[in-house]
């Protein structure tokens, strides 16, 4: 079963084909969804190129091209090693530009998130949960509530979604969701924080959260249902697709 506060052990996979825009993009997409803190040290290299199945050179490739984006820095000599310096983005002039989407595919984001999150958290539920980790599923929901900003809440809220998706014990859910939550950073991205929405988001995690507590699927899967479409609702009503 998954240890604890080890997001990124489930999240980074053996690459394959374009294995170095796929080490790029696996490590981006977990420091971006909150499985690497900001301060964190990313695994010592050795360990990182056997959990990605890359040589050593392509990981530092791929680390290099994440300095220049600025998602983490690399101090050299004893002690050092590649610290993650991404807190999220929220610019306080507006809503980041994001790709140009057609209202189709936003619409596939959206359902694609809704088979895959509301079935993880059931799955979640049907799981006899350590103490560590219910303890650990708390933490990262009473994190969402508590984050003194948005950026921080956002990339909470993708760490909880993540940590539910892990609690599945499926390694194909966890792909899943980590897929639906990398489109949906993208389409939130796009419309502007409101203070409505993010405390009915609140209430609605604790919900999910303690219907998994309660070993209790049903439920689990309604809540994350409920919690999907309403922001399905606010992107659909906010965004503007192309065409």
Same mark, same amino acid.
């Given at each position: 079963? &998954?240890?604890?506060?080890?997001?990124?052990?489930?999240?980074?996979?053996?690459?394959?084909?374009?294995?170095?825009?796929?080490?790029?993009?696996?490590?981006?997409?977990? &420091?971006?969804?909150?499985?690497?803190?900001?301060?964190?040290?990313?695994?010592?290299?050795?360990?990182?190129?056997?959990?990605?199945?890359?040589? =050593?050179?392509?990981? =530092?490739?791929?680390?290099?091209?994440?300095?220049? @984006?600025? $998602?983490?820095?690399?101090?050299?000599?004893?002690?050092?090693?590649?610290?993650?310096?991404?807190?999220?983005?929220?610019?306080?002039?507006?809503?980041? !530009?994001? !790709?140009?989407?057609?209202?189709?595919?936003? %619409?596939?984001?959206?359902?694609?998130? =809704?088979?895959?999150?509301?079935?993880?958290?059931?799955?979640?539920?049907?799981?006899? $949960?350590?103490?560590?980790?219910?303890?650990?599923?708390?933490?990262?929901?009473?994190?969402?509530?508590?984050?003194?900003?948005?950026?921080?809440?956002? $990339?909470?809220?993708?760490? $909880?979604?993540?940590?539910?998706?892990?609690? @599945?014990?499926?390694?194909?859910?966890?792909?899943?969701?980590?897929?639906?939550?990398?489109?949906?950073?993208?389409?939130?991205?796009?419309?502007?924080?409101?203070?409505?929405? &993010?405390?009915?988001?609140?209430?609605?995690?604790? %919900? &999910?959260?303690?219907?998994?507590?309660?070993?209790? !699927?049903?439920?689990?899967?309604?809540?994350?249902?409920?919690?999907?479409?309403?922001?399905?609702?606010?992107?659909?009503?906010?965004?503007? !697709?192309?065409?």
């Amino acid at each position: 079963m &998954i240890r604890p506060d080890h997001l990124s052990d489930h999240l980074l996979r053996p690459a394959s084909g374009n294995v170095f825009e796929l080490t790029v993009e696996q490590l981006a997409t977990a &420091i971006r969804l909150g499985a690497f803190h900001d301060g964190d040290l990313l695994p010592p290299e050795r360990e990182l190129a056997e959990r990605l199945a890359v040589s =050593r050179s392509t990981l =530092r490739e791929a680390i290099a091209a994440l300095r220049e @984006s600025g $998602l983490v820095t690399t101090r050299r000599g004893r002690g050092g090693g590649t610290m993650v310096t991404y807190a999220g983005e929220t610019p306080e002039s507006g809503p980041l !530009p994001q !790709p140009e989407r057609t209202a189709a595919e936003i %619409a596939d984001v959206l359902d694609f998130r =809704r088979v895959v999150e509301p079935g993880a958290a059931a799955l979640a539920a049907t799981r006899a $949960l350590t103490a560590d980790q219910r303890s650990w599923l708390i933490t990262c929901a009473g994190q969402v509530r508590e984050a003194p900003d948005t950026a921080t809440r956002r $990339l909470r809220d993708s760490r $909880l979604h993540l940590a539910l998706a892990t609690l @599945s014990g499926s390694p194909m859910v966890v792909e899943a969701v980590t897929r639906a939550q990398a489109a949906l950073r993208e389409l939130l991205s796009g419309i502007p924080v409101i203070s409505r929405n &993010i405390a009915h988001s609140h209430d609605q995690h604790d %919900a &999910i959260v303690s219907a998994v507590l309660a070993a209790d !699927p049903d439920t689990a899967r309604e809540m994350m249902e409920e919690h999907c479409d309403a922001t399905s609702a606010l992107l659909r009503a906010l965004l503007r !697709p192309r065409g």
